[in-house]
Nanobody, 115 residues
Framework: QVQLVESGGGLVQPGGSLRLSCAAS????????MGWFRQAPGKERELVAI???????VYADSVKGRFTISRDNAKNTVYLQMNSLKAEDTAVYYC?????????WGKGTLVTVSS
């Protein structure tokens, strides 16, 4: 059973920074993509940043230059460094891994950007 546990969310002022972590456990193989999505109130879930199968990265246009995805394979952990945060970044952030076994989601961590 694949488990994804996010952490690092919270309240931050506009212009501030946060780093999210996603710890993965279980038997994970045949990864197609792994990374972060978010869902703001009243909106659909959207891609934020992911690693692809060939280790490329894909970012949403709205976060390019501000967010950076990284990973520590030894710790089975994926990170999302978020800088220059804006009110419109407020959302629940979900970790996701899409493998040949299935598509898995964490429970999410709330990020609120407000003064």
């Amino acid at each position: 059973q694949v488990q994804l546990v996010e952490s690092g969310g919270g309240l931050v002022q506009p212009g501030g920074s946060l780093r999210l972590s996603c710890a993965a456990s279980g038997s994970i193989f045949g990864i197609n993509t792994m990374g972060w999505f978010r869902q703001a109130p009243g909106k659909e879930r959207e891609l934020v940043a992911i690693f692809t199968r060939n280790d490329n990265t894909v970012y949403a246009d709205s976060v390019k230059g501000r967010f950076t995805i990284s990973r520590d394979n030894a710790k089975n952990t994926v990170y999302l460094q978020m800088n220059s945060l804006k009110a419109e970044d407020t959302a629940v952030y979900y970790c996701n891994v899409w493998t040949i076994q299935g598509n898995y989601w964490g429970k999410g961590t709330l990020v609120t950007v407000s003064s």
